[in-house]
């Protein structure tokens, strides 16, 4: 898929993930099972889960731990590619 289609994709998606008081770590499963059924997932990053951290280091940790790609953020929401 080249650049374009993705961009496409990720403008059609929504965000189905927010993460919020619970942290990152309340949302690594939900992340894991969607990212089994699409290519593309959205997770919303509140500032009630940022604390002192920005959404990029956030969204560096959630791709560590899921297993996926983190393709790029878009103000408090991460992209995440298989």
């Known amino acids: ?21 619970g942290g990152i770590e309340k949302v690594l499963d939900e992340l894991k099972n969607q ?22 280091e956030l969204a560096a940790t959630l791709a560590d731990k899921s297993g996926a790609k983190g393709y790029e953020t878009i103000g408090n929401t991460a992209i995440f590619i298989r």
Request: proline content about 0%; cysteine-free; aromatic content about 2%.
């Open 1 to 21: 898929m080249n650049n374009k289609e993705l961009r496409k994709l990720f403008h059609e998606t929504d965000a189905t993930i927010r993460a919020g008081k």
């Open 35 to 56: 990212l089994r059924e699409k290519k593309v997932v959205k997770v919303k990053l509140l500032q009630s889960a940022r604390g002192e951290k920005s959404v990029e």
